[in-house]
Structures are given as C-alpha cells and as structure tokens.
C-alpha cells in the first residue's frame, strides 16, 4: 500500500494559521495513516526493534575523484545553503523544552520526528479537560542541514507550539517573521493549509524523498483467518474506524463495556486498499464525560496486540509495544524503524492509535504536483 497515500495524520483542528489535528502523519499527512516497527533509531530514550526490510530508494551519487575516489551516494542532493549539524542543534533546542525525539530507520537521510502533549485542566464544569499534541517531523541532508519540516498541532492559543517548533529550526529574524503570521523567510518559505509545512531555499517543487519502507508481506484476506483464529470478530469494510480506508475492523466479543469503565466499544482495524497491508490502528470510543487518564485506554492494549501476533509481522509487534507503553492519557507519536506512531485523546470523547509508514516529502503536498504514490512499487 501506498506510504504516501495512507500515512498517517492526527484529525488536527484549525486556527488562525487553519491548523489541523494529528490524523497520526496518517493513516493520511500522521497525510493520514494506520498504526509500527523495527529498530527503533532513538534520539529519545525509548528503544525499538529494527525494520525486516527496506524500499528501493532511487538515490543521486555524487562524480568520484581523483582525491575522492569513493564519494559516498546520497539521496538528497540541491543548491541550498549547508548548516552542517542543524539537526542535531535542532533536536537538542526541542528536547530542553520538553519534547521527546525519534529517528526513521531509513539509512538514506536523516530523518526525525520530535513531539511533546500538554493536557490543560477544565476551568470549569462546563469544559473538558484538553490534551494538546504537537509534533515535527524534519528531514536533513547527509551532513545535518534541515531542508523539510511538517509542524502539526491539535491547538494553537496558550505557548503556541507551532511558533516554538518554528523557533527550533528558523534563525531569530525570520522566527520573528513566522511568530507574525509572514510568509516570506530569508531561510526558505512557509506554507499554512492543513499543516504547516518549511521548506529551505533549494528545495525546488520537483525535489522528492522518499522514505525507505517495506509494506507488510500480507493482504487483508490472508489476515483473516489469523485474525480470527486469534478469537477476534472481523468484517471488511470500505471505511476503518479509524480512518476512511479500505480494509478490515475487528473487535474482541470478551471484552465487555464494564471492562473499560467509562469507555464504550473498542475495536482494531487493518488497512489495506487492495495493495498489502501497511499499518495498523486502533480506536476506543469513551464515555464524554470520562476523564482523562490511562486507565480508561489501557484494556485495547490487548486488542493490538492480538492483531499484531495475527499479522506475523516483528516491526509491527513492536510498534505496537511502544504505543502500548505510551498509553498515559495523553498525546504520543514517534518514529519506530519505518513506523509512524501515534496516540491521540479527542476531549474525552475518543481515543486512537495510528501505526502507518511515512510519506513521500513528510506528506507535503505541492500544488499541480501528483503526490499520489503505488507504496507496493520499489521505486
């Protein structure tokens, strides 16, 4: 299946740059996507297992000469500016402000994913308690300079992330620029639409990068009868509960309502559009009024994991494991081996988990541009 056309984003909410919530980079782009995973190349301090497989990438090598007979290929190759380490500063302004950071397993780029949630109390009984996420992913060149930035948030207002991720990656005068809604930069531009989207100067329309990335050696029809021979009730559908893509929802008939407290149904979903399963998710839909916190979310841990083991598949198993981890009440994602993962709270009244491969270009869309991609092809 097509990383570009299921990855993964988190249903982001608009502001006054129309900023939009995680769809989770998908299953759409976490542009949209499922829910994980082979090594996990932290930058944080979680760890993972490495990807069982890679994509083909078509990568630019570089004339050899007669003092460098052997240069090393590379597959992002341009006229921009270098600022040899900018993604290592970049992570390192992130982290001290609280964000947590990951690594693409891809060994092409450098590619990172760094993100932090916020949960802001009711102030009175008329609210619910709100869980911001916010999120970038950033893709450098082989020496560090950062030439790509998806910025997502599920609200601007207080602290506004979006101007602290911006900062991270901008030098002062255009950060400045950015803080005041302009869109001219002397480092490159700045696009708002369903994300917000940096690009350095060089990065021209038809420049591509796309990760590398094996789907998962599996179609939904296979799945189904290791779906069910895992206890679990499955039926195809044209539109998973997670996100709106072909594939199979499945619910374990032994988890009952009371298991959940508060919650209401659980159920686990595999996408597939008739090209190989590439992802997973899952969705617990609660009780409005519920509060906040892991233990209304913890019981659809077991669910992944049975329709992990069902798909046979260790990169999965262990993106799984991390979500399973982060499941604490508020918002997560990373990058786990070839994986995008991400937890989501929507104000009480739901709670998802998104596992889907990256996009071409971090989902970044350029208009006239075709972005649509085959994620079965090798190149």
């Known amino acids: 299946m097509s990383v570009e056309s299921k990855a993964m984003t988190g249903e982001l909410m608009t502001?006054?740059?129309i900023r939009r919530r995680l769809r989770p980079a998908g299953l759409q782009g976490i542009a949209a996507a499922g829910v994980v995973l082979l090594a996990l190349a932290a930058c944080g301090s979680d760890g993972g297992q490495a990807g069982n497989g890679t994509r083909t990438v078509t990568k630019t090598?570089?004339?050899?000469?007669?003092?460098?007979?052997?240069?090393?290929?590379?597959?992002?190759?341009g006229s921009w500016?270098?600022?040899?380490g900018q993604a290592d500063e970049v992570q390192k302004k992130l982290i001290a402000k609280g964000y947590e950071c990951t690594k693409h397993s891809d060994t092409a780029a450098d590619l990172r994913l760094c993100s932090k949630s916020a949960t802001y109390k009711a102030r009175d009984q008329f609210e619910h308690d709100r869980v911001i996420g916010s999120s970038i992913r950033f893709l450098s060149d082989s020496k560090g300079t950062v030439l790509l930035a998806n910025l997502q948030s599920s609200e601007a207002g207080r602290d506004d992330p979006l101007d602290e991720m911006a900062g991270a990656v901008l030098p002062p005068s255009d950060a400045a620029v950015f803080s005041a809604d302009g869109a001219t930069l002397i480092w490159g531009s700045v696009k708002n639409g369903t994300n917000t989207v940096l690009?350095?100067?060089?990065?021209e329309s038809t420049t591509r990068y796309t990760p590398e990335y094996k789907p998962i050696a599996m179609t939904k029809e296979q799945a189904l009868p290791l779906l069910q021979g895992a206890k679990l009730n499955c039926h195809f559908t044209s539109a998973t509960a997670v996100d709106n893509l072909q594939g199979l929802d499945c619910t374990d008939p032994r988890l009952k309502n009371n298991d959940f407290l508060d919650a209401g149904d659980a159920s686990v979903s595999i996408p597939d559009d008739g090209r190989g399963i590439d992802g997973i998710g899952a969705v617990v839909e609660?009780?409005?009024?519920?509060?906040l916190d892991g233990t209304?979310?913890?019981p659809v841990g077991p669910l992944l994991s049975k329709a992990a083991a069902a798909l046979?598949?260790?990169?999965?198993?262990?993106?799984v494991d991390w979500a399973k981890r982060h499941f604490d009440g508020v918002a997560h994602s990373a990058y786990v081996g070839q994986w995008l993962v991400s937890t989501e709270l929507h104000e009480g009244a739901s709670f998802k988990v998104r596992i889907t491969g990256e996009q071409p270009n971090l989902g970044i869309v350029d208009e006239g541009a075709d972005d649509r991609a085959d994620p079965s092809s090798t190149d």
Request: glycine residues 8%; without cysteine.
């Open 15 to 17: 502001s006054a740059r």
């Open 61 to 77: 090598v570089a004339p050899s000469s007669a003092t460098d007979p052997g240069a090393a290929p590379t597959a992002l190759t």
């Open 81 to 84: 500016a270098a600022h040899p």
């Open 199 to 203: 690009k350095v100067k060089g990065w």
């Open 286 to 291: 609660l009780d409005y009024n519920a509060d």
């Open 296 to 298: 209304r979310i913890r």
């Open 312 to 319: 046979r598949d260790p990169g999965i198993k262990g993106a």
